[in-house]
């Protein structure tokens, strides 16, 4: 308990963590609260008539081009947004950490195959590997999706979160698989091995816990990397579809509007900034308390 | 040294095959008949089987061989052949033939004049060199009556990875040239807005870094801090956009799009606003970079030491701090070029850039998947061999690096 | 230190040395003055007839090749490499008169062979043109003499001459396509880069993404009327970058985006040019499969649709609600149709009465870009408003209409069973001045654009009829009948006619806007 509540008085006093976990704490209720209150119904109606009115007292962020309210959407959209975040860092790091653990582990060749393949993936610019990914698995997906019957529309996400939770695992790979090697060096690993615990448990018990501060760290500074690429994937035409609203193809869309109705992209492009904002916060806050030796990362 | 060079030259081999593996893999995943979208929708039988042997999608097996002369050339692109079995087959009857030369097709495929209802897989083949065979009255070596078969996908992944090791990455499907030849045209623009990022994320991450360390929470660092926080936070392409409408149209200083033509002062105002789109993230987290590794080595003993010593305070942070803050400096720069290439893509479109990553977007809106995924492959080499580099300078800048290396 | 510095310097030139200049050919500030510049947002990928596609590969085409006959501004038809042309029995032989003293651009004369070479290159199925079956009539192309030419078609067709106004009709030199076929493959040189044409300009350099540079041809039959001396075309495909050079004057015209016409409208350098556009951008029905097959279901769809609003506000009043195929400009136009006027009740109704009362799910294919995207984001949620809920796929434009071919039959008399065929698609349709032009690709059972699958006996005959009249009269009645068949049968939603928008810069003075999109620069001068 007061191992928690040191820790917890040392995160108080770095103000950056502080104000990145108020922010990420008001995005996740705001996706909880959009989940509950905010019918997707309400989103995805138009009325054509009020069609990209400026900021009101109505419509606090303004009207779209089809007359919907962005304020709404803005709010609606970051359930999607979050969803995309987390469940790509949920993916990339299962993945990764899965991989980096076998690998750092056994060593050998188990290690040799892994850091292969690792090395490969590696080799492409993450963009780029997500952006080849998305265009050219993610439509045979959706068809996969619609061959067995289900809404295309309810999945647009995800090729976009396949596409990035594939590009992004090998650098959880290959950081899990550096901390393996030194805590495997470590006393008490050899010790448990000593007294006869087999791998499973030695893994389980002794090394991921030991991991847990640097995936904490990685995996939050990562939420905001997905939530960034998943608009430039929007931007390139490879988001999601719609009428479900990400911030991403909420701020593309709007782009056509930019000089003239600028509400357009504005407000979805400023709750993207302030979301990676407060992720970064978040994650630095926590690397500075957690794991002093990923200062470089 | 030397060796240590050869030696990772060697170990980049494993890593570029499986690069063309990948590449591969996603290509062959993607949606759609390959040759039936490179030729059109209205694309006769015979050529779309003469692209498919070109592609190695299937080949002819079996056969006769003959001789075929040319007796005549219709409107340049069908050759009448007269067609001689060299030995005594079933199939001994002399004919004609007309061929339908391809677009680009060598081995050239066709089937026999008198007899429309032969089946496709009743061809000849003719392998030629490119010269003597539209002259009337020459011999060409040919196969009659062959067979067509599907290849596996481990052939074809060969067959293209040949093409890949003599530089041909196949056919643009949208202008119907070599892909090879688009992407390299294209290059000298890739690089030169990769390379003016980059130059321009290196020095705003070594003055704002150094800054910021030298004079650690400052107004300077703290302020330096939040903008280089905001600008890790802001989509690229919006970033772009607005740069373009306040640099260019509010303020017109900059041109909003397309490239200068080189070695100009038109070269350089083009540059400006896409490099800074593009290389400002990287500079602002290299810049975060320096100012954490400076101001561990600002804290160590030496360096206390040479400033308690008197030694004029500016010289040291440059002499002693920057070197050694250089190390990590230096790797991440190199691991960056990898978010530059990748950010290129969107970076080149926001401004109409024509490089390598407009060419690659184009192409998938186009469905035109030999060039994007000839894109892919490119641009990962292209990364590999920077890390490369990177590794080589990084170890000169700290021998101990090698001499671990080879220890392994 | 030092070691440092120079471990930088080889960082940051090895890979400047690697910089080769590129072939961007650098222009003069004179030559640029003497050149007008247009900005164009889509993909131009070809200017080889038999392989255009897009519209706006028309525009540009244009200015190198020329058709035998065109449109002109005022919907007449003029001739341009023909002088005359008529048919005395009956329409079936056509006989072109073709304008002496004409050189392509190489110098080459324009001859009559030129003309058979060309249409029977187009005709050649291993051309693969996806334009052969729009004059699959001809029987053969006779050359009587170097001027004149004779097309013998295998029925009376009165229209034959409309056809040759588009852009797969224009002719390149005879020598370009010997060169395209060239027998040794390394001196091949590619029509679709290398066009050689009799046009007013001359195709100077070709920078993919970045310029199509063109020169007046000093040979060109009409000179005095051509007093541009450059001509450049710019790729922009960003509509707001595309705006703002505009604005600054490195463009002297530009395709403007519905979304900027009211600030292109306020700005006092750039005055905005718009014309009806001769085109229906459409929602269109799988008519063979699936719940629009039944002729209720389209009609409810109809109600659902309001044109008026979406016109008035999504697009800023830019366009034209459609009741028919025919913009209401086009003299066939017929006004006495049935109106679906917007009445969600009554397509409630009408879904009720088809036995879908509990609602539908459909799959919609759009493409990506712009007036399509926006309008099957307004026609989705309007849809579902009555219980029609779709489930949008988008495709780039390069792709779409290729999509749709894996699912026609060549006949027309087949239909779709493929998995996964659409229930609806976007479309939009430049048909230009002729009501055939609309008619007979998009609605004669088979035809390579009919993508709704639409098969009507009554259509193809009243095709067939309109042909061989030669009075315009009669041929109006069966236009007039035909937009009430096919309005009454739904097979689309008659979404809008949109309008040409082009901004163009003071110092740009004489032009005047086509109602087709195509650009005409004679009598365009600059400052």
Known sequence: MSEYAEFWRRFRRNPLAMVGLITVVFICLTAIIAGIFVPQD??????????????????????????????????????????????????????????????????????????????????????????????????????????????????????????????????????????????????????????????????????????????????????????????????????????EPTWGNMLSDGREYLLFYSWLPLFPGLAILVTVLGFNFLGDGLRDLLDPRMKDL | MTTYILRRLLELIPTMLGVTILTFALMRLSPGDPVRLMLGPEATEESITAKSVELGYERYVGGVPGTARVLGIERGNYLILHVIPNEQTDFDRERLIRLHVGEAANPLVGRFIEHEDFPVSNVIEARVSQTDVYQIGVDLDVM??????????????????????????????????????????????????????????????????????????????????????????????????????????????FPPAGRGDPWTPQMVSHLVLPAITLGVSTGAFLCRILRSSMLQVLSMDYVRTARAKGLDSNRVILKHALKNAMIPFVTVAGLSTGALLGGSVIVETVFNWPGVGKLMIDSIRGRDFPVTMGAVLILAFIFVLVNLLVDLLYSVLDPRIRLEGSAK | MSRFLSVFSVLILLPAVLLVASCANQRSEEHMQSTLVFGYGDNFLTFDPARQIYAQETVIMLQVLEPLVRWNNDLVMEGVLATDWYSEDGCVTWVFELRPGVFFHDGTPFTADAVKIHFDRILDPETASTRRRLIEDIVNIEVVDDLTVVFNLEAPNCIFPERL??????????????????????????LGRNPVGTGPFMLVDWVPD??????????????????????????????????????????????????????????????LQTSPYLSIVYIGF???????????????????????????????????????????????????????????????????????????????????????RI???????????????????????????????????????QYPT?????????????????????????????????????????????????REQDDPEERRKRYWRMQEIIVEEAPWIFAFHGQVNIGVRSRVQGFQINPSGRLFFEGVTID
């Open chain 2, 144 to 253: 009659i009556n062959r067979t067509l078969v599907k290849t596996n996908v481990v052939t074809q992944y060969f067959y293209w990875l040949g093409g890949v090791i003599r530089g041909d990455l196949g056919t643009s499907i949208t202008s119907g040239r070599p892909v090879t030849e688009e992407i390299f045209r294209r290059m000298p623009a890739t690089i030169e807005l990769a390379l003016v990022s980059m130059i321009f994320a290196i020095l705003t991450g070594i003055i704002v870094g150094v800054l910021s360390a030298v004079y650690p929470r400052s107004i300077l660092d703290n302020t330096s801090r939040f903008i280089v926080f905001v600008f890790l936070a802001m989509p690229s392409f919006w970033l772009g956009l607005e740069l373009i409408i306040l640099f260019s149209r509010n303020i017109p200083l």
């Open chain 1, 42 to 243: 309400s989103v995805i109606t138009q009325d054509l008539r009020i069609a990209l009115n400026p900021p009101s007292w109505q419509h606090p962020f303004g009207t779209d081009h089809l007359g919907r309210d962005i304020f709404l959407r803005v709010v609606y959209a970051s359930r999607t947004s979050l969803l995309v975040g987390i469940t790509v860092v949920a993916i990339g790091m299962t993945l990764g950490t899965l991989l980096g653990l076998l690998s750092g582990y056994f060593g050998g060749w188990v290690d040799s195959l892994i850091s292969r393949v690792v090395d490969i993936m590696l080799a492409f610019p993450f963009l780029l590997l997500a952006i080849a990914v998305s265009a050219t698995v993610g439509p045979l997906m959706l068809d996969w999706i619609a061959s067995y019957g289900f809404d295309r529309s309810q999945f647009s996400m995800l090729p976009v979160i396949i596409a990035l939770g594939f590009a992004t695992f090998p650098s959880y790979a290959r950081l899990v698989r550096g901390s393996v090697l030194s805590i495997k060096e470590e006393q008490f690993v050899d010790s448990a091995r000593a007294i006869g615990v087999t791998h499973l448990p030695i893994m389980y018990k002794h090394i991921l816990p030991n991991l847990f501060g640097t995936l904490l760290v990685y995996g939050t500074l990562r939420v905001s990397t997905a939530i960034l690429a998943e608009s430039g994937l929007s931007f390139l035409g490879l988001g999601a579809l719609p009428p």
């Open chain 3, 165 to 190: 106004t588009s852009a797969f009709a224009t002719i390149p030199s005879p020598e370009a396509i010997a060169r395209h076929y060239h027998p040794d493959p390394s001196r091949r040189l590619d």
């Open chain 3, 210 to 271: 970045v310029v199509i540079q063109m020169e007046r041809n000093p040979t060109y039959w009409n000179l005095e009327e051509i007093h541009l001396e450059n001509l450049e075309f710019w790729p922009i495909r960003e509509n707001t970058t595309r705006l703002i050079l505009l604005e600054q004057g490195v463009l002297d015209m530009a395709t403007v985006s519905f979304a900027q016409v009211n600030v292109a409208k306020n700005s006092d350098q750039v005055s």
């Open chain 3, 375 to 413: 309008a099957a984001d307004a026609v989705v949620e309007q849809l579902r408003q009555v219980g029609i809920r779709v489930d949008m796929q988008i495709f780039d434009n390069a792709v779409y209409w290729s999509k749709f071919e894996e699912y026609k039959t060549r006949d027309g008399r």
């Open chain 3, 286 to 372: 799988n008519t063979q499969n699936g719940p629009f097959k039944d002729k209720r279901v389209r009609q409810a769809a109809n109600y659902a649709i309001n044109q008026e609003e979406m016109v008035e506000y999504v697009f800023f009043g830019v366009g034209e609600p459609a009741n028919s195929v025919l913009p209401s400009v086009l003299p066939d136009y017929n006004p006495n149709v049935r109106k679906y006027d917007y009445n969600p009740e009554k397509a409630r109704e009408l879904l009720r009465e088809a036995g879908y009362g509990d609602g539908i799910q459909v799959t919609l294919w759009t493409h990506e870009l712009g007036t399509y």
């Open chain 3, 418 to 466: 493929k998995e996964g065929v659409y229930d609806i698609f976007i479309g939009g349709w430049v048909g230009g001045e002729a009501p055939q032009g609309y008619f007979e690709p998009l609605f004669r059972s088979g035809s390579y654009s009919n993508s709704s699958f639409y098969v009507n006996e009554e259509i193809d005959t009243l095709l067939d009829e309109a």
